[in-house]
């Protein structure tokens, strides 16, 4: 089956700058997370989507940060403006409901810089 | 909230030589999943943990897990070069479907 698909794999920009980011799951994943892993941490969760409601945006800085997953499936993850902590690795998964067994799949990452 | 924490969080060694990682979380989940992360690299899936006393074995790398304790160890056995990456505990929820990460623990191992 196909994986996880990401895009774009590098992306830098200016601060104060904005930036999307596209995830396409793998099919039939109904929950999607989008994470945030800065260099020399874990991932942090930034939103979990279950099909194109959200389940979990505690730790998403609502301020610059927004994400939709319009009709259940693709999903993009946007930052405006930009500052030069958002310098990370974004990630995102699927999985079954529920995380089923090994069902939990990673992309492979949009890794962003912030000059 | 859960909070989860590896250690060591660095670890060199030698080849041939047996380490333990240990993982500890701080409320109730009901399954555990060890990662491997390459440099520049996503996460690999190593092990899925589902019960207490689960115990699965991959290679060099053996997984355990006691619910009860919180408590999650990643044993490698005589280590070799191809172990060196970092390893990642997390947690996670049947109920929310949330998977939350360790620091991780950087594994170097000499030759």
């Known amino acids: 089956e196909a994986g996880v698909a990401q895009s774009p794999r590098y992306k830098i920009i200016e601060k104060r700058q904005s930036v999307a980011f596209w995830c ?20 942090k969760l930034l939103i979990q989507f279950q099909n194109n409601g959200v389940v979990d945006d505690s730790q998403l800085p609502k301020d610059r940060f927004s994400a939709e997953r319009l009709k259940g499936v693709d999903s993009t993850l946007k930052i405006q403006p930009a500052k030069l902590e958002d310098s990370a690795v974004y990630l995102c998964a699927s999985s079954l409901e529920g995380g089923v067994g090994h069902g939990y799949t990673f992309g492979s990452g949009t890794r962003l810089t912030v000059v | 909230e859960l909070k989860v924490e590896q250690n060591p969080l660095f670890l060199s060694m030698q080849e041939g030589k047996n380490y333990t990682i240990y993982c500890n979380y701080s409320t109730t989940s009901d399954r555990l999943y060890w990662y491997r992360q390459d440099p520049g690299k996503s996460l690999e899936s190593l092990f899925v943990l589902l019960s207490n006393g689960a115990v699965k074995q991959e290679g060099r790398l053996m997984a355990s897990l006691d619910t009860k304790a919180r408590l999650s160890t990643l044993h490698i056995t005589a280590a070799v070069h191809d172990l060196s990456a970092t390893y ?24």
């Open chain 1, 24 to 43: 396409n799951p793998i099919s039939g994943h109904a929950t999607l997370y989008w994470y945030q892993q800065i260099l020399g941490q874990g991932p």
């Open chain 2, 88 to 111: 990642f505990c997390a947690p996670g929820s049947s109920n929310t479907g949330k998977l939350i990460f360790g620091q991780g623990t950087t594994l170097q191992v000499k030759p």
